[in-house]
């Protein structure tokens, strides 16, 4: 890949080329090494939905990183964040290797919190049960599960009075979505896999949630991984932002973000923010065109 | 004029999936009733000799409801129904018993599934009228060959019905219970079961209502001794030509229906309040004789929840 050296667009600034976990002196939170994932190998209908795809997340220090992917419609996004959580049938990956703090994702685990798109609220456990389902699954005593359960639901600006004992049905998606998030961090995941949770809100409700997610992300320290197609959501909440290309997809490029410095709607009307956002539209516009 | 106030009326009662109001529910229902008592009157009024349809045929309204004082005390209708109702139920639990669990297991292991999908498709094409006379065979002339018939015919329905309830719970529900640390048989238990139970229940209330008609078949199969029950009596009515007993008991049978389906309702809306709203008596009932079990799983697996303790920041590779 021949690219001009890092670039300064904005906020961002693009890496000459994506980073390889051989370049990464930090610990790994999360590599692929040439991570290839076929679906129905063998078969009349198989397609090669990611290629050759490597990559390194750094852990940090004090702190988890923001990453969020970006890339046209049926690039291979969610193909990447399924094998991380070790989901089937994206998990195994047909050739390479996924690696999680270093060891090779063998399946699913709480390590690895999910949130997904659609609203999977547990429908026949009412608010609480469903944030308090991990807790109940590691056979946490009642009491302190229920008490843990509150202060998430209220942390996540739900009611707890009100809304602790309503059931999924009567929640609006935005309260569907603050239950599952909130049901992900009460259980302080190592790393948070996101598959655009705020694909189905209102853009208000989007920036309340990003601003809310920040202050969130925070505070538990994990590594987020974060699906969107909103360009604006991933400049705003990313401290890295990969490109996809199209499928089979590979990522095409690495962009380091500088961190926000206020609110999602204020940061939206700033210059630099807005010539980062530019700048990768353009790009995600050439590739969709040459689909 | 005219034609507008028919369109508006149409418009009105013939609204695409509009729901009725209950009262105005329980109304329609009324004049359905009225108006086949109606015509069952027309056609069997006046004497016996001038009306539409002969008394040989359809006796007249009066005439089977004067016949109910005899069905209900000579014939001790109660416990005819009783003991119909108590041979249908127990086998019908049995099946759930053994159906359910199997069923389950069958709709969570795709291999069991195929393993036991030979039987299941035996079970559910098996012919009834040949399976009567095998339980009587197996099991002699007692009880014992109804309940074993009910539990025959309908337990491979169970099966397949949880098995299938099980399959249509939505993928993205095991991912999420796997992504929060549930293990398979917690995903089993908190996730499939209780997201595929109101499917299964509705299901099963159904075939009950199915069983009920069939119990009537195996009694109707005379054997040396009295047996009793429904099917027994109206066994007895046809062979003595008593054509209005018969009539009665065509319509006791479904008013018994009609009740137990309401309670099952009662029940299926108590269990599943997320579903169908109220305050879900028997789910909190349910929940309560838990919680002791529970807590005793608590005690004896309880490992510290990282987010309790500080180790999600000691854990980090430094
Ligand atoms: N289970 C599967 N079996 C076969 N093909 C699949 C499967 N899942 C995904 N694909 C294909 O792989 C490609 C990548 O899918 P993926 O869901 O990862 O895309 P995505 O980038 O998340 O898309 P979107 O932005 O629309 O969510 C798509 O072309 C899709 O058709
Ligand atoms: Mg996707």
């Known amino acids: 890949m021949s690219q001009s050296p890092a670039q300064v667009v904005g906020m961002g600034t693009v890496l000459d080329h994506v980073r390889t976990p051989q370049e990464v002196a930090l610990p790994h939170v999360v590599e692929f090494r040439n991570v290839t994932k076929t679906y129905n190998a063998g078969k009349a209908d198989e397609f090669t939905a990611i290629r050759d795809v490597t990559f390194v997340v750094e852990d940090v220090v004090g702190k988890g990183e923001f990453i969020c992917v970006l890339g046209p419609s049926g690039c291979g996004k969610s193909t990447i964040l399924r094998s991380i959580a070790g989901l089937e049938p994206q998990h195994p990956a047909t050739s390479g290797e996924v690696l999680v703090l270093g060891q090779p994702v063998v399946g699913p685990g709480s390590d690895r919190g999910m949130v997904f798109q659609d609203y999977t609220s547990f429908d026949h456990r009412t608010v609480l049960e469903n944030v308090t389902f991990g807790l109940e699954c590691l056979h946490t005593p009642r009491r302190q599960r229920d008490e843990l359960g509150r202060e998430w639901i209220h942390k996540m600006g739900l009611n707890v009075a009100t809304d602790a004992h309503k059931y999924p049905h009567e929640l609006s998606g935005g309260m569907r979505q603050r239950v599952a998030i909130a049901r992900t961090l009460i259980l302080k995941p190592r790393i948070i896999l996101m598959d655009e949770p705020f694909g189905a809100l209102d853009p208000l409700t989007r920036l309340n949630m990003q601003d809310l997610l920040v202050k969130l992300w925070k505070e538990v320290q994990a590594t987020v991984f974060f699906i969107t197609h909103s360009i604006e959501e991933a400049v705003f909440l990313g401290d890295r932002v990969y490109l996809m290309s199209n499928s089979p997809g590979t990522i095409l490029e690495e962009l380091k973000i500088e961190p926000a410095t206020s609110s999602a709607n204020e940061m939206q009307r700033q210059p630099k923010f807005l010539e980062a956002v530019y700048y990768i539209r353009d790009k995600i516009t050439k590739l969709e065109s040459n689909q | ?318």
């Open chain 2, 1 to 318: 004029m005219n034609s507008s106030f028919l369109d508006r009326l149409l418009r009105n009662w013939l609204t695409l999936r509009r729901p009725v109001s209950r009262l105005q529910a329980i109304g329609l229902g009324v004049a359905c009733i009225l108006l086949c008592l109606t015509g069952w009157w027309l056609l069997t009024q006046g004497a016996a000799e001038s009306r539409l349809v002969g008394p040989l045929t359809l006796p007249s309204p009066a005439e089977t409801f004067s016949k109910f004082s005899e069905l209900w005390n000579d014939f001790a209708l109660t416990r005819n129904v009783l003991v119909t109702l108590r041979r249908v139920s127990i086998g019908f639990a049995l099946a759930l018993m053994i159906g359910i669990p199997i069923g389950v297991t069958a709709g969570c292991f795709p291999r069991i599934h195929a393993f036991l999908s030979p039987l299941i498709m035996i079970g559910r094409n098996v012919p009834l009228a040949a399976v009567l006379p095998l339980m009587i065979f197996i099991f002699g002339a007692g009880e014992k060959n109804k309940v074993m018939f009910i539990f025959v015919a309908s337990v491979a329905f169970v099966i397949s019905d949880a098995a299938r309830a099980i399959m249509d719970v939505s993928a993205r529900y095991i991912d999420t219970a796997y992504t929060l640390g549930a293990s398979r048989w917690q995903t089993i238990s908190k996730v499939l079961v209780p997201l595929a139970a109101p499917t299964i229940f509705s299901a099963c209330r159904q075939m009950f209502g199915l069983a009920f008609g069939y119990i009537m078949l195996a009694e109707s199969i005379k054997i040396a001794d009295e047996v009793g029950g429904l099917g027994y009596q109206i066994q007895i009515f046809q062979r003595r030509g008593f054509r209005e007993h018969i009539y009665l008991i065509i319509l006791v049978i479904p008013m018994v229906a009609l009740v137990i389906d309401q309670v099952l309702a009662w029940i299926q809306r108590q269990l599943f309040p997320h579903l169908y709203g109220g305050d879900g008596m028997l789910r909190s009932l349910v929940r309560i004789t838990v919680i002791p079990w529970e807590s005793l799983k608590s005690l004896i697996f309880y490992r510290t929840p990282v987010s309790l303790s500080s180790a999600a920041t000691e854990e980090r590779p430094k």
